[in-house]
C-alpha cells in the first residue's frame, strides 16, 4: 500500500536530480540555437510538502489545570520524553498503557506559501490538535463525552492563515485519549503524518487512498465473486423452490459479501470500530451457519449432538463480541474462547465431508480439501493474533506472510488464496448438482410416465355387467403414480368378485406392485371364490417384495341370491346402506406368513347398497389442514361412486381415490 513515504520518497527523488536538471538545462541551451530555452523555476515548481518524521515531545495524561495550556506556544516541555513520530508509544517504552496523552512539536512555515496542511495517516484512538493553541479540528469523541474506538485514515486539518506566516515557528500540540477497548501495543501516530500546502496535501490523501484501494483488492475480488454467487445461488432456488440448499447457499454468499464491504467501509470512512466489529460478526457468524445447513442438506447429515454443537458455537461467539463490545472480556480472551468455540463447527463440517467422500460422493471429495484449508488459514489467523497481542516477536515474521502473501498483480493473504480455493469448490458443485438434478427428473418422469401407463392397463377399461348389480367404479389418481387398484371379475355361477386395495408408496415401485397383485388375483380366480384363501394366496406372493412396505386389500363374493362372504386385509371396512359392516381384519399383505384372514358372511336384500373406498376418501385434506374423516366419509356412503370421490376432490384430494359402489337388485327374473 502507498503511504506518505513514498511520496515523500518522489519528492526526494526530484531533489536528489536538481544536478541532471541543470545539465540537461545546458544541453538545451548549447543545442538550441537561435531559440529561446525554457527557465525552470526550482522554488516555485517543486512540491510544497514535508513529512513529519522525527522525534516529537511526549507526555502522558492530561492538563492538569484543565485551561489546555499544555497547547500554548509559550509551555515549557523540555521535561516532556522524545519519542517517534511514525510508530505507536507502546512501541517506545509505554506498552499497556491507556487513556490521556500528549505529543508536541514546531513547524516553521516556508516562504511564498499558500495554505498550509496537516496530514494524519492514523493516529489511535480519538485525538485534538492545536496551532498555536488554537484548536483547529478532532477526530472521534474524548471525554468527558462517551469515547469510542473510532478508527480512520488521513485526516486534513487546514492550519489558520493568520498564523502560517513566513519563518514563523507553529507550535503544534496533540490531544490524544486511547481506548482501553483496543489491544494494539500503544496509540498515537501508526505512521508520519505530513504537512503542505491544501491543495498538495489534498492530492496526498486521494493517492493514499487509491493505494488502500489497491491494498485491499483481492477482498474486493472475493466480494465480487461473492455476490456473484448468492445471485446464482437465488436464482438456482427461483428454479427450482424445493432444493433449499440454493438458498442456503445464496444467504451465506451475501452475507460473506456483506462482511467484505464493511472492511471496504471502514478503509475510507471513519467508523466506531466497535460497531463495525459488531457488524462484522453480526453478518460472520450467520452466514457461517447458513454454510453449515448448506452442506447437511447436499450430504444429507444426521443432525446429532456435534451439529447442535456446532450451532451453540456460533450463538456463544456473538454473546462473546458483545461481551467484549461491553469491555467485559479483553480482545485476548475473546480470541482464546473463539478459537475454542469453533472446533466443534470445523469437526461437525469436516466430519460431514470427510464421511460424504468415504461414500463415493464425488461432491464432497471436490469441497474437502478446500474446506479443509480454509478452516486451517482461519485457525492460522487466530492463533497468530493471540501471539501477537501477548508480545511475541517473532509472530511479525509469520503475520506478513499471512496477511500478504504476494504483491502480484495485487497484495493477497494466504487466507485470500484459502478463501477463493473455497468459493471455487462450492461453485463447481452447484451447477454440477443442479445438472444432476436435471438428469435424475428427466429419469423420474420416464418412470412416472412408464408406471402411468402400467396403472392404465391395470385399471379396468369398462366395468362389467353382472345381472341383477349395479357397479359403478371411479378412480381419481392424485397426480403421481400411486398404488390403488382394484378389480370387478364376474364368475360362472352369475356372482361376482369385487376386490379393492392401496400399496404403500408410490411411482414405479408401487406401480410394479400393483401389476403383480392384479395378475395373482386374476389368476387365483379361475381356481378359488374363496375371499379368505385368495388373501392368504396374495400374502404369499408378496412376501420379501415389499422392501419395508404393504398392502391393504378387501375381497368380497356377491353371489347371485344375495349372500355376501368377506376377508379384509388390513383395509377400510365397506359400508351397507351408510353402515359400516363388522369384518375381522387380519395383517397387510406381506408382513407375515402367519397372517390368517377370516371370512365373514352376509346376507344382501334388495335395493342393499355396498361401498368400498380407498384411505384417499378419510384423508382428504383441506387447505387449513382438517382431515376428511370417517364420519364424513360413513355420511356420503350411501350416495353413488361419482358423487363420493367428487365430494373427497373438492374437499381437498391428498391421496389416490377408489370408490365402488354394489347395488343390490334382486335375483333376476331368469335365474
Known amino acids: 500500500m502507498r503511504t506518505c513515504n ?18 540537461a538545462t545546458a544541453a538545451l541551451f548549447s543545442g538550441a540555437g537561435a531559440a529561446r530555452a525554457q527557465t525552470f523555476d526550482l522554488e516555485k515548481d517543486r512540491v510544497q510538502m514535508t513529512e513529519l518524521r522525527g522525534l516529537w515531545r511526549f507526555h502522558t495524561g492530561d492538563d492538569p489545570d484543565g485551561k489546555l495550556g499544555w497547547a500554548t506556544p509559550d509551555f515549557d516541555d523540555a521535561s516532556w520524553t522524545l519519542l517517534r513520530s511514525d510508530q505507536p508509544w507502546g512501541e517506545q517504552g509505554f506498552k499497556g498503557y491507556r487513556g490521556f496523552a500528549w505529543y508536541r512539536f514546531k513547524v516553521v512555515a516556508p516562504g511564498q506559501q499558500e495554505r498550509l496542511a496537516i496530514c494524519i495517516p492514523r493516529l489511535l484512538t480519538s485525538y485534538e490538535i492545536f496551532a498555536d493553541g488554537k484548536l483547529i479540528g478532532s477526530f472521534g469523541a474524548l471525554p468527558p463525552q462517551q469515547p469510542g474506538s473510532v478508527i480512520g485514515f488521513d485526516q486534513i486539518f487546514a492550519l489558520p492563515p493568520a498564523i502560517s506566516q513566513p519563518g514563523h515557528p507553529i507550535s503544534i500540540a496533540i490531544r490524544v485519549w486511547h481506548s482501553s477497548s483496543l489491544t494494539s501495543s500503544g496509540g498515537g501516530p501508526e505512521d508520519a503524518p505530513s504537512i503542505g500546502d491544501l491543495a498538495t496535501i489534498q492530492g496526498l490523501k486521494t493517492d493514499n487512498e487509491y493505494g488502500r484501494f489497491w491494498s485491499i483488492t483481492s477482498g474486493n475480488v472475493l466480494m465480487l465473486m461473492n455476490l456473484v454467487a448468492a445471485f446464482g445461488g437465488f436464482f438456482l432456488f427461483y428454479m427450482r423452490p424445493s432444493d433449499r440448499e440454493y438458498l442456503w447457499f445464496a444467504i451465506y454468499e451475501l452475507l460473506t459479501g456483506a462482511d467484505h464491504l464493511c472492511t471496504d467501509w471502514a478503509m475510507f470512512y471513519p467508523t466506531d470500530r466497535g460497531e ?87 461432491d464432497a471429495k471436490m469441497m474437502i480439501v478446500p474446506v479443509a484449508a480454509c478452516y486451517a488459514s482461519w485457525f492460522a489467523g487466530i492463533f497468530l493474533g493471540l501471539f501477537y497481542f501477548a508480545g511475541a516477536s517473532w509472530v511479525s515474521h509469520y503475520f506478513g506472510w499471512y496477511f500478504e502473501l504476494s504483491r502480484w498483480p495485487f497484495p493477497f493473504s494466504f487466507e485470500n488464496v484459502t478463501d477463493l480455493l473455497m468459493l471455487l469448490a462450492v461453485m463447481a458443485v452447484l451447477p454440477l448438482r443442479f445438472a444432476q438434478s436435471r438428469r435424475d427428473e428427466e429419469r423420474l418422469a420416464g418412470e412416472l410416465e412408464s408406471a402411468r401407463t402400467i396403472q392404465q392397463v391395470l385399471i379396468p377399461a369398462e366395468t362389467p355387467s353382472v345381472p341383477g348389480v349395479d357397479i359403478r367404479c371411479v378412480y381419481k389418481p392424485a397426480g403421481q403414480v400411486g398404488g390403488d387398484f382394484f378389480q370387478i371379475i364376474p364368475l360362472p355361477n352369475g356372482g361376482l368378485l369385487a376386490v379393492i386395495g392401496d400399496v404403500s408408496g408410490k411411482g414405479m415401485p408401487a406401480a410394479m406392485t400393483v401389476s403383480l397383485l392384479v395378475g395373482t388375483v386374476r389368476t387365483l380366480a379361475h381356481f378359488t371364490q374363496s375371499p379368505g384363501e385368495m388373501l392368504s394366496a396374495m400374502n404369499q406372493r408378496m412376501l420379501g417384495r415389499t422392501n419395508g412396505g404393504f398392502t391393504t386389500c378387501l375381497v368380497l363374493r356377491l353371489d347371485p341370491e344375495g349372500s355376501m362372504t368377506a376377508a379384509n386385509a388390513g383395509h377400510l371396512s365397506p359400508y351397507r346402506n351408510g353402515v359400516e359392516l363388522e369384518i375381522e381384519s387380519g395383517l397387510p399383505l406381506g408382513l407375515s406368513a402367519d397372517s390368517h384372514y377370516p371370512e365373514a358372511k352376509f346376507a344382501l336384500d334388495p335395493s342393499d347398497q355396498l361401498t368400498l373406498v380407498t384411505d384417499g376418501v378419510v384423508e382428504a385434506r383441506a387447505k387449513d389442514g382438517e382431515l376428511f374423516g370417517f364420519p364424513r366419509t360413513q355420511a356420503i356412503s350411501i350416495q353413488n361412486a361419482d358423487q363420493i370421490a367428487q365430494t373427497a376432490h373438492d374437499f381437498g384430494q391428498d391421496d389416490d381415490i377408489t370408490v365402488l359402489t354394489l347395488t343390490f337388485a334382486g335375483v333376476p327374473a331368469s335365474a
Open 6 to 23: 513514498d511520496c515523500v520518497t518522489m519528492f526526494s527523488v526530484i531533489r536528489s536530480g536538481i544536478g541532471f536538471v541543470l545539465l
Open 276 to 362: 463495525i466489529r459488531l457488524l462484522s460478526f453480526a453478518l460472520s457468524g450467520p452466514s457461517w451457519l447458513f454454510f453449515l445447513f448448506f452442506v447437511f442438506r447436499i450430504f444429507n447429515g444426521r443432525r446429532n449432538w456435534l451439529y447442535w454443537a456446532a450451532i451453540a458455537t456460533e450463538v456463544a461467539t456473538l454473546l462473546g463480541i458483545l461481551a467484549l463490545q461491553a469491555e467485559w472480556i479483553t480482545e485476548r480472551q475473546f480470541r482464546i474462547a473463539w478459537a475454542v468455540f469453533l472446533i466443534p463447527y470445523f469437526a461437525c463440517v469436516l466430519g460431514l465431508l470427510y464421511r460424504s467422500a468415504r461414500q463415493g460422493i464425488a
